[in-house]
């Protein structure tokens, strides 16, 4: 089994910034990638980010050059560093790992832009 739980959402302006963490415990070896999918009202959820145990990376199109995903080993935590951000990226972030077995999710977390 895996734990997930995310912080670091909350309101901001357009343009503004925020970082979520994700931070990870129990069969945290079986994972092999981690990172961040969102969901807006009305819509489906999709891939914002992932981070493999190998350090690669992909991004969303639309977040691409603005949002940053990173890992800390010793922390067993994931990173989403959110810049310029802009109304439409206003969504529930859930943190998400996976393994051979199955996928976990975290509780979501609320991030909402607007002025």
């Known amino acids: 089994q895996v734990q997930l739980v995310e912080s670091g959402g909350g309101l901001v302006q357009p343009g503004g910034s925020l970082r979520l963490s994700c931070a990870a415990s129990?069969?945290?070896?079986?994972?092999?990638?981690m990172g961040w999918y969102r969901q807006a009202p009305g819509k489906q959820r999709d891939l914002v980010a992932r981070?493999?145990?190998?350090?690669?990376?992909n991004y969303a199109d639309s977040v691409k050059g603005r949002f940053t995903i990173s890992r800390d080993n010793a922390k067993n935590t994931v990173y989403l560093q959110m810049n310029s951000l802009k109304p439409e990226d206003t969504a529930v972030y859930y943190c998400y790992a996976t393994t051979k077995l199955r996928d976990y999710w975290g509780q979501g977390t609320q991030v909402a832009v607007s002025s």
């Open positions: 981070i493999t145990s190998g350090e690669d990376k």
């Open positions: 129990g069969s945290i070896f079986r994972i092999y990638a």
